[in-house]
């Protein structure tokens, strides 16, 4: 059991929190509603609906709850913005990795935004879902996702009446997954966030536009990619990785560990080699392969870095990427972020950045007491 003192040091903490975040509010009432919104997240609540979050608040009916997700009152991207800078000046680190993923949240019917039959990375398959494209931020004292863009297909985009009635607004475009990091990476930019790489899976890897537009404005990256992918071998001349990779001799493979994992290191053989072309800034490129130990199976990585860059700080950056997966976790099973009961695109945001905020509030919470021996669990409120 937990005594009273740190349970009141975890709410004073929930309270700060809070305090960054309320002046976004023009009103007293959506501001109370948020804050309860927040609290019932953060309860150790089975299901967080709108039907229980609004029990957890002492309300008769989820009405309130659920309108001030889409009350004039507070801009979720203002909220965005203060939840990314708590996550920074409690985690932030000069080192820090940015990574960009997609998730998937399993919806029924037609009528939310953005919702069709398509591939979910969660699901492993396709299904009628929604999928959300986000930024999450990793340092040795923790992680957390700190921006989120909903993807909207082209069968939306492109259906205007459909698009209304789901409060889409009318000058949203259609924009592709790497679209939506590159945005998300230049409001980091922006912001002053603390970083020294980025990386991601080869949904955006595999993306040139992505990949130049990094080099262009000198961020160092690590990015899966597809082992058909061709880079430059030369004057003129392009080789798949596989290949490429394929020509190293078998003693220049080296046993690493990418970080730890839920079951200790995460360790694999690793090889990389250099990609023979000008980079911008002076810069350098690498393929990075990663073979597992038992199976043999090889993994390639697309990389962009400075000069003096060793294999093992590729090899920590490729393994930064599971990161985000865990953020997904903890904020999935620990503060609903895919429990909502919304149809609405701006309700959507509105979840969405509130639950990223009490995720963020348990990450920071674990990064302080983890210095002092207490385990965090969801705070109850």
Same mark, same amino acid.
């Given at each position: 059991?937990?005594?009273?003192?740190?349970?009141?040091?975890?709410?004073?903490?929930? =309270?700060?929190?809070?305090?960054?975040?309320?002046?976004?509010?023009?009103?007293?009432?959506?501001?109370?509603?948020?804050?309860?919104?927040?609290?019932?997240?953060?309860?150790?609540?089975?299901?967080?609906?709108?039907?229980?979050?609004?029990?957890?608040?002492?309300?008769?009916?989820?009405?309130?709850?659920?309108?001030?997700?889409?009350?004039?009152?507070? &801009?979720? &991207?203002?909220?965005?913005?203060?939840?990314?800078?708590?996550?920074?000046?409690?985690?932030?680190?000069?080192?820090?990795?940015?990574?960009?993923?997609?998730?998937?949240?399993?919806?029924?019917?037609?009528?939310?935004?953005?919702?069709?039959?398509?591939?979910?990375?969660?699901?492993?398959?396709?299904?009628?879902?929604?999928?959300?494209?986000?930024?999450?931020?990793?340092?040795?004292?923790?992680?957390?996702?700190? &921006?989120?863009?909903?993807?909207?297909?082209?069968?939306?985009?492109? =259906?205007? =009446?459909?698009?209304?009635?789901?409060?889409?607004?009318?000058?949203?475009?259609?924009?592709?997954?790497?679209?939506?990091?590159?945005?998300?990476?230049?409001?980091?930019?922006?912001?002053?966030?603390?970083?020294?790489?980025?990386?991601?899976?080869?949904?955006?890897?595999?993306?040139?536009?992505?990949?130049?537009?990094?080099?262009?404005?000198?961020?160092?990256?690590?990015?899966?990619?597809?082992? &058909?992918?061709?880079?430059?071998?030369?004057?003129?001349?392009?080789?798949?990785?596989? =290949?490429?990779?394929?020509?190293?001799?078998?003693?220049?493979?080296?046993?690493?560990?990418?970080?730890?994992?839920?079951?200790?290191?995460?360790?694999?053989?690793?090889?990389?080699?250099?990609?023979?072309?000008?980079?911008?800034?002076?810069?350098?490129?690498?393929?990075?392969?990663?073979?597992?130990?038992?199976?043999?199976?090889?993994?390639?990585?697309?990389?962009?870095?400075?000069?003096?860059?060793?294999?093992?700080?590729?090899?920590?950056?490729?393994?930064?990427?599971?990161?985000?997966?865990?953020?997904?976790?903890?904020?999935?099973?620990?503060?609903?972020?895919?429990?909502?009961?919304?149809?609405?695109?701006?309700?959507?945001?509105?979840?969405?950045?509130?639950?990223?905020?009490?995720?963020?509030?348990?990450?920071?919470?674990?990064?302080?007491?983890?210095?002092?021996?207490?385990?965090?669990?969801?705070?109850?409120?």
């Amino acid at each position: 059991m937990l005594g009273g003192e740190v349970l009141d040091e975890w709410q004073a903490g929930l =309270d700060d929190m809070f305090a960054l975040i309320a002046g976004r509010f023009a009103r007293v009432e959506p501001r109370r509603l948020a804050f309860a919104y927040i609290r019932g997240l953060l309860a150790p609540l089975e299901r967080r609906n709108g039907w229980t979050l609004s029990e957890q608040a002492g309300r008769r009916s989820p009405n309130a709850l659920q309108e001030m997700l889409y009350s004039p009152c507070w &801009d979720p &991207d203002e909220v965005r913005d203060d939840v990314r800078d708590y996550v920074v000046e409690h985690l932030g680190d000069s080192g820090g990795v940015l990574i960009a993923d997609d998730t998937g949240f399993v919806k029924k019917g037609v009528r939310s935004a953005g919702v069709q039959r398509q591939y979910s990375g969660t699901a492993g398959k396709v299904e009628n879902c929604q999928i959300g494209t986000f930024l999450a931020y990793a340092s040795p004292r923790g992680r957390a996702l700190i &921006d989120r863009e909903l993807y909207l297909p082209k069968s939306w985009t492109q =259906d205007p =009446d459909r698009c209304a009635k789901a409060a889409v607004p009318e000058d949203v475009a259609f924009a592709t997954k790497p679209e939506h990091a590159r945005a998300m990476i230049e409001r980091a930019v922006t912001a002053k966030v603390p970083f020294a790489w980025f990386t991601a899976d080869e949904a955006f890897g595999q993306n040139p536009g992505l990949r130049d537009w990094l080099q262009e404005q000198d961020i160092a990256y690590v990015m899966a990619t597809r082992n &058909d992918d061709e880079v430059p071998a030369g004057l003129h001349t392009f080789c798949p990785v596989k =290949d490429l990779i394929g020509s190293i001799r078998p003693g220049a493979w080296q046993r690493l560990s990418s970080g730890d994992g839920a079951h200790g290191p995460r360790v694999y053989d690793w090889a990389w080699t250099p990609i023979r072309t000008t980079f911008p800034h002076d810069r350098r490129g690498w393929v990075l392969a990663r073979r597992s130990v038992s199976t043999g199976e090889i993994a390639y990585y697309r990389c962009f870095g400075r000069r003096g860059t060793r294999l093992r700080d590729l090899v920590r950056i490729a393994g930064a990427r599971w990161a985000i997966e865990e953020s997904f976790q903890t904020a999935k099973n620990e503060v609903g972020l895919d429990q909502y009961q919304v149809r609405r695109y701006d309700a959507w945001y509105a979840h969405i950045t509130l639950a990223m905020a009490a995720a963020a509030f348990l990450v920071v919470t674990r990064a302080v007491e983890s210095v002092k021996g207490v385990p965090v669990q969801a705070a109850a409120s």
